[in-house]
T-cell receptor
Framework: DTGVSQNPRHKITKRGQNVTFRCDPI?????LYWYRQTLGQGPEFLTY????????KSRLLSDRFSAERPKGSFSTLEIQRTEQGDSAMYLC??????????????FGEGSWLTVV | KQEVTQIPAALSVPEGENLVLNCSFT??????LQWFRQDPGKGLTSLLL?????REQTSGRLNASLDKSSGRSTLYIAASQPGDSATYLC???????????FGTGTRLQVTL
């Protein structure tokens, strides 16, 4: 098991372009999360899936953002008409559905987005 | 709305010192609390997870405590090493199906 994998690791795009990030969670994990982190700040929650169902979305996830997890395995996060304020690191994380003991959430290495 | 605060924002200590990082949260109705480590430009590595019913967890030189009623957690690092230099983040979870709410982190530098 190689852990949570994210691609691409870095993306530079011009303002107004669309970008898509991919996340491959740990294989047996049924929960998948997307977070966004800017310099000097902690990660902020964007959305989460249990299997293929998107169960929660943050108000940070404007209508330019869309996330999918079509077969309950990998997930994609698409940002349309990018703005400079979208520049950040986008983190994906996965975990098993909670048991009484609680489950650790495992993060990927993140995808850096720079909008110029 | 849950708010998580970490103090200090930055800390520099000489190698070998014991140190304590602090985390406070405004809503004591939490499910669990996790401490993470983040190296520059990298993702997060989970260090310790404390359930709301627990008081502390230990892993090697790390010990995390939780006082849910007062909304506080501490991360104790014993005999610090230069390799411990990183940003340490705490995060709380309100329920089984909810998101993590993070603090802004403490940036630790351990000098030779």
């Amino acid at each position: 098991d190689t852990g949570v994998s994210q691609n691409p690791r870095h993306k530079i795009t011009k303002r107004g372009q669309n970008v898509t990030f991919r996340c491959d969670p740990i294989s047996e994990h049924n929960r998948l999360y997307w977070y966004r982190q800017t310099l000097g700040q902690g990660p902020e929650f964007l959305t989460y899936f249990q299997n293929e169902a998107q169960l929660e979305k943050s108000r940070l996830l404007s209508d330019r953002f869309s996330a999918e997890r079509p077969k309950g395995s990998f997930s994609t996060l698409e940002i349309q008409r990018t703005e400079q304020g979208d520049s950040a690191m986008y983190l994906c994380a996965s975990s098993l559905k909670e048991r009484s003991s609680g489950n650790t959430i495992y993060f990927g290495e993140g995808s850096w987005l720079t909008v110029v | 709305k849950q708010e998580v605060t970490q103090i200090p924002a930055a800390l520099s200590v000489p190698e070998g010192e014991n140190l304590v990082l602090n985390c406070s949260f405004t809503d004591s109705a939490i499910y669990n609390l996790q401490w993470f480590r983040q190296d520059p430009g990298k993702g997060l590595t989970s260090l310790l997870l404390i359930q709301s019913s627990q008081r502390e967890q230990t892993s090697g030189r790390l010990n995390a405590s939780l006082d849910k009623s007062s909304g506080r957690s501490t991360l104790y690092i014993a005999a610090s090493q230069p390799g411990d230099s990183a940003t340490y983040l705490c995060a709380v979870k309100a329920g089984t199906a909810s998101k993590l709410t993070f603090g802004t982190g403490t940036r630790l530098q351990v000098t030779l």
